[in-house]
Nanobody, 131 residues
Framework: VQLVESGGGSVQAGGSLRLACAAS????????MGWFRQASGKEREAVAVRDRDGRISYANSVAGRFTTSKDNVKDVLYLQMNSLKPEDTATYYCAAEPEVTGSPLCSVVPGTVAQSYFGSWGQGTQVTVSS
């Protein structure tokens, strides 16, 4: 699976940004995709994960502010980020793994070990939120 991210940038607190992740190289819709982020000096964490059936889970820290959606025609995963906070500053990564049957790892799981489920990663895009 190949992933190409776009979007990101700098915004003031309270503002919005949208990230996009174009995916290719997998059987249509049979894929688990998610967004992760890594702030400076911190471990990478899951932000939002969408399974092949469209079920989505969010990290508690972004629930109600971030929304992920997928355009199945264009094969693009989006992350709409609203009410951004300085603590949202991080490098954001898109990740994907072909999914034929449901896996409990295709969800927001605390820690970094579960992230090894995802075999493909984007190049990362920086999001900076100033106060």
């Amino acid at each position: 699976v190949q992933l190409v991210e776009s979007g990101g940038g700098s915004v003031q607190a309270g503002g919005s940004l949208r990230l996009a992740c174009a995916a290719s190289g997998y059987r249509h819709n049979d894929i688990c995709m998610g967004w992760f982020r890594q702030a400076s000096g911190k471990e990478r964490e899951a932000v939002a994960v969408r399974d092949r059936d469209g079920r989505i889970s969010y990290a508690n820290s972004v629930a109600g502010r971030f929304t992920t959606s997928k355009d199945n025609v264009k094969d693009v995963l989006y992350l709409q980020m609203n009410s951004l906070k300085p603590e949202d500053t991080a490098t954001y990564y898109c990740a994907a793994e072909p999914e034929v049957t449901g896996s409990p790892l295709c969800s927001v799981v605390p820690g970094t070990v579960a992230q090894s489920y995802f075999g493909s990663w984007g190049q990362g895009t920086q999001v900076t939120v100033s106060s």
